[in-house]
């Protein structure tokens, strides 16, 4: 396997030059809560030589091959096996209490997306599986086979923004009572034949499903909304985390906790803001980033991405 051909990592040169400052010192620790195969945490310990990196991943194939990558850095890289809402344990297993740094990048990795047999593709015909960590954990085609037609359309509104959830959700209950559907392409089948002409000229319909199904099977967002609060709080002071989202869901979540983390707590009236009340976070940008038109023209994955960054500036006394 060519690593480096069929992954390139999104906003790598960014997510150096945002966490540089807090991860340059002696003894600096980064946490890659989304360690995939290795990409950023190469160029990191590369570019950082006294820096560890503790990489989390829920996949075992992408912790196998970045064990591989990452072994002429020795035992600055440390790698642990869990989705990344255990971030504090994590830390700590490896005889940490803060970091200095924080790497959040989001979504379905390229080593996910491109293995056919993994079932995240709806371009190619696969077992309906779709879990991160095949391990454990109901299946798509599981949750295709189980779920009510109501669940079915709650899954696709809301974790796929799809205005044709309902349509699809009969569609699929409708056809898995004539044989079980367990595959992709036969998922896609459905789903397009569910589908107006009009619409299909839009872009692939399964697009939205697809998603909706991944992050059911993951409970991608849920785990998010734990994730951040648990990484902002293993941060030390004059540490820094960067967060690179894919769609629009995850972005809110992202926003939303950094948002809240860099804001004043002082109730509305005060005449002035104690220091307990002041914010324990700073924002790094400006809303969100994107990728530089250069970027997305070489590397496809970088068109949707935002990133957001802030650093600590101080902890509750």
Known sequence: MDIERIHTPVMLERTLELLAPAIEADGAVLLDATLGMGGHASAFLTRFPRLTVIGLDRDTDALAIARERLAPFGDRARFVHTVYDGIAEAVRSEGFDEVQGVLFDLGVSSLQLDRAERGFA?????????????????????????????????????????????????????????????????????????????????????????????????????????????????????????????????????????????????????????????????????????????EQAENPRAKPVRLRAAERVRRPS
């Open 122 to 294: 709806y371009s190619k015909d696969a077992p309906l599986d779709m879990r991160m960590d095949f391990t454990q954990g109901r299946t798509a085609a599981e949750v295709i086979a189980e779920s009510s037609e109501d669940e079915l359309r709650r899954i696709f509104q809301d974790y796929g923004e799809e205005k044709l959830s309902a349509r699809y959700a009969r569609a699929i209950v409708k056809a898995r009572a004539d044989a079980p559907i367990t595959r992709s392409a036969e998922l896609v089948a459905v789903i397009t034949a569910a589908t107006p002409v009009a619409v299909q000229r839009q872009g692939h319909p399964a697009k939205r499903v697809f998603q909706a199904l991944r992050i059911e099977v993951n409970e991608e967002l849920s785990v998010l909304q734990r994730a951040m609060p648990a990484a902002l709080e293993t941060v030390a002071i004059g540490g820094r985390i960067v967060v690179l989202a894919y769609q629009s869901l995850e972005d809110r979540i992202v926003k939303r906790v950094l948002q809240a983390a860099s804001s004043s707590t002082a109730p509305a009236g005060l005449p002035m803001e104690l220091p307990e009340h002041r914010a324990q976070f700073r924002l790094l940008v400006r809303g969100a980033e994107l990728a530089s038109e250069s």
